[in-house]
């Protein structure tokens, strides 16, 4: 009888292939980064950890054993959704992982812009003493987070410390520790006059794509900062470049963009007004551990006792 399979698409350490193995003792375990070493065995893999694209042709397949994969990434608005629904495939994300990078990244690209942190690197480079005309303090200013997430609620919980007002948008507009006063995405438009500054940590789904153009920011504060760590499509990249032009906002933190690298001939990154990351505000030395640990071997737990993994399951008809 051939074993069941278990595909790890990622090389991991030796201390959680024996935590995977002692919860799958007769499985057969495949893991590693390099295409040789997994391509060959997804047909007959029931759990894989880590999708890539190439899969589609295997993975939905007659022949195909697979049952669930779970994600290496938080965002699943790339992968094709609609045939793991129609194959009943489970999928679960890596949400969650990110939440202390990411929220780490938000808040320094606050106060970078706030105590222009930014241009004082430039000035350093060119050995130029100048003051800058720096004057803000972030303190006991408006924050609106769009997305109260894993992500939205760690960078609320350190926007408190600040003595923050912190202001919440989520779909289902339900209130949360640390959130002040929450509204549901119909009332972003609402919102955004309040906020001193305006942070995206949405996904990226029919419902939130190009979300944020031209009416949202002209309904913004001139001295308000627009903060990206979400997904590049949620917002009309041109739309934002014109409001910065403008002065419609005071300026941005982007870590994502409509096409990713950013194309060199973008007024970004000449903007004295903005701070670029190449998407890297979720890159930590814990991703690793916090994926296996925190979020799939509770879940493989539960798919081995034949109850259904429940960490970041993903809604199909939601997309995330």
């Known amino acids: 009888m051939q074993k069941r399979k278990l595909v790890i698409t990622q090389t991991i350490e030796q201390k959680h292939i024996d935590q995977i193995k002692e919860i799958v003792p007769g499985w057969e375990l495949v893991t590693g980064k390099e ?9 007959d893999a029931e759990i894989i950890v880590g999708w890539r694209k ?12 697979l049952k669930w994969v779970q994600t290496w990434s938080a965002g699943v608005d790339s992968l094709p959704l609609k045939d793991f629904d129609a194959n009943s495939i489970l999928l679960s994300s890596a949400n969650g992982v990110h939440a202390y990078p990411i929220s780490e990244t938000i808040l320094a ?35 609106g987070i769009i997305g109260v997430g894993a992500i939205g609620k760690e960078t609320a919980k350190i926007a408190k410390a600040f003595g923050m007002k912190v202001l919440g948008v989520r779909h289902s507009g339900k209130p949360e520790d640390y959130v002040d006063e929450m509204y549901a995405t119909d009332k972003l ?15 990226l789904t029919k419902d939130t794509n190009r979300l944020f153009g031209a009416k949202q920011f002209i ?43 950013l194309s060199t001939n973008s007024p970004l990154w000449d903007m004295e007004n903005v701070i670029i990351t190449p998407h890297t505000s979720g890159s930590t030395e814990y991703y690793t551990e916090r994926v296996i640990e925190d979020i799939f071997i509770p879940n493989l737990k539960n798919y081995i006792s034949d109850t259904q993994p429940s960490i970041n399951r993903v809604n199909f008809s939601k997309g995330y």
């Open 35 to 43: 295409k040789e070493i997994w391509q060959d065995q997804l047909i």
């Open 109 to 143: 690209l606050m106060l970078g812009l706030t105590r222009k942190i930014h241009t004082y690197v430039r000035n350093q480079q060119e050995k130029t003493w100048h003051h800058a005309g720096i004057k803000l303090e972030m303190h006991e200013k408006t924050i």
């Open 54 to 65: 190439l899969m589609e042709e295997y993975c939905f397949s007659p022949d195909s054993k």
């Open 219 to 261: 309904a913004m504060k001139s001295s308000a900062f627009f903060i990206n760590i979400g997904r590049g499509e949620i917002v009309v990249e041109e739309e934002l470049i014109n409001a910065l032009q403008n002065g419609e906002i005071a300026g941005a933190g982007l870590d994502v963009f409509e096409k990713e690298p």
């Open 189 to 203: 438009d609402a919102v955004l006059p309040q906020c001193d500054y305006v942070v995206v940590t949405l996904p």
